[in-house]
RNA sequence: GCCGGCAUAGCUCAACUGGUAGAGCAACCGCCUUGUAAGCGGUAGGUUGCGGGUUCGAGUCCUGCUGCCGGCACCA
């Protein structure tokens, strides 16, 4: 007789169990409909198979129905084994490697001779129906490493056996089967297959490298999503759909903000108003900066020597742009680079001239444009690109005032993305990497204070998560990065400090200190939109082009009725653009029904009506964005509104 | 850079298995003086991304390149 355990139900209540009985033994003997529903157990939390025995330590138990929230992801782990299973029914000889739920879904990589294909994927979904269909059980076995080992080796998967060697010693090797096709899996899985449903759908087939290493080989990876109702599926899809529409660079081109064109990879055109944007942008972090920073501006092509004393020419070299004299001929041909990074110009300036213990911290910011020649496939809209222009910064100081500045920093990070509204902001601390410089006892050091500045950043604020990329960090020193998503869930780094042990270094830059000895300075780097570009292309998606008043960049409409109140009208763009509003006027013989819908589309946060009756009373009639209601105003009342309410967020905190 | 896909007018798309490119919107020109998301009529617009090949004939088939899209890798 095994021995009693003791376990706690969500109610509260407690009951005497064998150690041997399974999740399914304990979900029968509460109720026949629970039994019936039950996917799997959680013990303490961690979810189970429902035919694993509870053990001899007990706990706080819950059986998982499959309505839970937490049995999505066994739906999608499980889904991604029918897929497996799909695929080797379909194309024998096609061997499976690793397969985990992801958000939204889950993805399985391949290793075939020949990839597939988007046309194979309705093929691959019909045959995973049909195994849902059977509704094979879900079987663990513990094997025993060398037959494992053996069977997959047997079986041709090589993959596999790679797998079964990673795992770590006194763990165990598990497989699982539904039916007659098992893969080596941490588990753990649903009953059957059958509990899959049928809310899901492949989504694209991609290359992605064995073990995520370009040395190795391709496989193919297929995406799928799943859910636990077609509802939700359908749901999922539907926000694909809308969010495609917040694209940035397809309300890029409607909104006739910027282009690019072939002769320029990854380098923006920007139009008229895509530039106001930018440099709607460039003025708020400027008065962003007042007080604080001081602003300069380093060259655009140096010479290469000063590349290689900073390391980048023997780090970066082929992402640098070389730059040179055009004629072959020319005698005084020297090789020069495009900036990829304006820390060395501002190094420079920092060793111009003798510095003082007492002049620390200096902080030099520069709005710098720097190319980089990134990797082709990397280009993505104004998301990365290879010109762009950073909101640079460089501080010097002492190691005393290194955990105040990353501080400081922080809160200049996270109060202009509150102007801008995000409210989910990820924060990763990337510490030292294999390819580095400096030695263990200053990483030590750094990534100690950094730690506790990271904690400090955990508490300050709601709406952050913060984590630890281990290995991930510059090779001149630790760094936090701000992540902000775009309008399909994609991270794209923006804010960034990085901690530089390294650069002073190298250019033998120094200040004076208080016994009068020479003493390196640290240097931090931090950028808050991080790329202009990138920080815009983010608004974009997340306003879906509706900027607020204060940034968008044609801000008002004043629209006629008919050509008798063009002076009128007129009369009242003069008053917005001294009241310092960028105003446009639309007097084109249009019926205004027309102009409506136009400036609509054109995302104009407000269109001023004036037609006849507007002239006779000196009023304006509003429309905002978004809304079919209007307004009618005296002109006077809508001046001051409009420009109470286009003063920049800072500016408002700064007045009142 | 790697794997897969795509490339026709400014935009969205059409052109059966190869038979010398067509529509809507936008643009331009007229008419309409109009009250809150498309008035009416007309005109113009393409060396089908670029280069080679197969063929009597290529937007369509083959091939090289370029760019873009989705991932992967990279991201100082």
Redesign the pocket.
């Known amino acids: 007789m095994a021995q009693a355990v003791s376990l706690i139900f969500p109610d509260g209540s407690r009951r005497e169990y064998d150690a041997v009985a399974t999740g399914a033994d304990i979900a029968a003997s509460i109720s026949k409909s629970l039994a019936k529903k039950a996917v799997a157990y959680a013990l303490d939390g961690t979810l189970r198979d429902l035919a694993d025995p509870i053990g001899e330590a007990g706990g706080r138990i819950e059986i998982i129905t499959r309505d839970d929230p937490r049995a999505l992801e066994l739906i999608r782990h499980d889904a991604a084994h029918v897929m497996a299973e799909a695929v080797q029914e379909l194309y024998p000889g096609t061997q499976v490697t690793i397969g985990p739920v992801i958000e939204n879904g889950f993805?399985y990589d391949f290793a075939r001779d020949?990839?597939?294909?988007?046309?194979d994927l309705p093929v691959i979904e019909k045959k995973m129906r049909e195994i849902i269909a059977r509704n094979k059980p879900f079987t663990k076995e513990v094997w025993p490493r060398e037959r494992a080992r053996q069977v997959f080796r047997d079986k041709g998967e090589f993959y596999k056996v790679e797998l079964v060697d990673a795992i770590p010693e006194g763990e165990d090797v598990k497989i699982y089967a539904q039916g007659d096709w098992f893969d080596l899996c941490r588990g753990p899985h649903m009953v059957s297959t059958g509990q899959i449903g049928n809310a899901f759908k492949l989504?694209?087939?991609?290359?992605?490298?064995w073990r995520?290493?370009?040395?190795n080989a391709?496989?193919?990876?297929i995406?799928g999503t799943a859910w636990a109702t077609q509802e939700q599926l359908d749901q999922y899809l539907h926000m694909l759909e809308e969010a495609e529409k917040r694209?940035h660079?397809?309300l890029g081109?409607?909104m006739d903000l910027f282009h690019?064109?072939?002769?320029?990879?990854?380098v923006v055109f920007w139009h008229a108003k895509g530039w106001r944007l930018f440099q709607n942008l460039v003025s708020y972090m400027r008065r962003r900066l007042d007080g604080t920073y001081e602003e300069v501006n380093a060259p655009q092509v140096l010479d290469h020597s000063l590349?290689q004393t900073?390391?980048?020419w023997g780090?970066?070299?082929e992402?640098?742009f070389k730059v040179e004299c055009a004629d072959e001929e020319a005698e005084d041909k020297r090789v020069f680079a495009l900036k990829?990074?304006n820390?060395p110009g501002h190094v420079q300036i920092f060793k111009h001239g003798l510095k003082s213990y007492r002049d620390l911290p200096i902080r030099l910011a520069e709005f710098g444009t720097?190319?980089?020649?990134?990797?082709?496939?990397?280009?993505?809209?104004l998301m990365?690109v290879r010109g762009f222009t950073q909101d640079d910064a460089h501080i010097f100081c002492t190691e005393e005032q290194l955990a105040e500045e990353c501080l400081k920093i922080n809160e200049l990070i996270l109060s202009t993305y509150a102007d801008f509204g995000f409210k989910e902001i990820k924060v990763f601390l990337?510490t030292r990497?294999e390819?580095r410089v400096g030695s263990d006892a200053l990483w030590d050091h750094a990534e100690e204070i950094m730690t506790g500045v990271l904690e400090e950043i955990g508490r300050s604020d709601s709406r952050i998560t913060t984590a630890i990329n281990p290995g991930?960090?510059?090779?001149?020193g630790p760094?936090f990065?701000y992540v902000l998503k775009d309008a399909?869930g994609?991270e794209?780094?923006c804010g960034?400090t990085?901690i530089?042990f390294n650069l002073p270094e190298r250019f033998g830059a120094f200040y004076i200190d208080r016994d009068s000895e020479k003493k390196q300075p640290v240097m931090i780097?931090r950028a808050i939109c991080g790329s202009m570009e990138r920080f815009l292309g983010i608004l974009i998606e997340n306003y879906a082009g509706h900027f607020p008043l204060w940034f968008a960049p044609v801000q008002v409409v004043v629209?006629?009725?008919?050509?008798?109140?063009d002076a009128y009208a007129c009369e009242v763009a003069g008053r917005l653009k001294a009241a310092g509003l960028t105003v446009e006027t639309d007097l084109?013989?249009?019926?205004?029904?027309?102009?409506?819908?136009?400036h609509?589309?054109a995302k104009v946060p407000v269109?001023l009506?004036?037609?006849?009756?507007?002239?006779?009373e000196r009023?304006?009639?509003?429309?905002r964005?978004?809304?079919?209601?209007?307004a009618?105003l005296s002109l006077e009342e809508a001046v001051a509104s409009l420009a109470g309410e286009a003063t920049p967020p800072d500016m408002r905190r700064a007045a009142s």
């Not at 989504?203 to 490298?209: D, I, P, T």
């Not at 391709?218 to 990876?221: A, P």
């Open positions: 993805y020949e990839p597939f294909t988007p046309e989504m694209k087939v991609a290359g992605a490298y995520g290493d370009s040395e391709m496989l193919t990876r995406y694209d660079r397809r081109r409607e690019f064109q072939e002769e320029g990879p990854g590349w900073s390391g980048h780090w970066y070299k992402n640098m990829p990074m820390c720097v190319h980089r020649y990134e990797p082709s496939g990397a280009l993505h809209g990365r990337s990497p390819k991930d960090g510059a090779f001149y760094k990065d399909i994609r794209w780094q960034t990085q530089d780097h629209a006629t009725i008919t050509s008798d109140a084109r013989n249009e019926k205004i029904n027309y102009k409506v819908r136009e609509s589309h269109i009506v004036c037609g006849k009756r507007e002239a006779e009023t304006v009639n509003m429309r964005l978004g809304s079919r209601e209007q009618s």
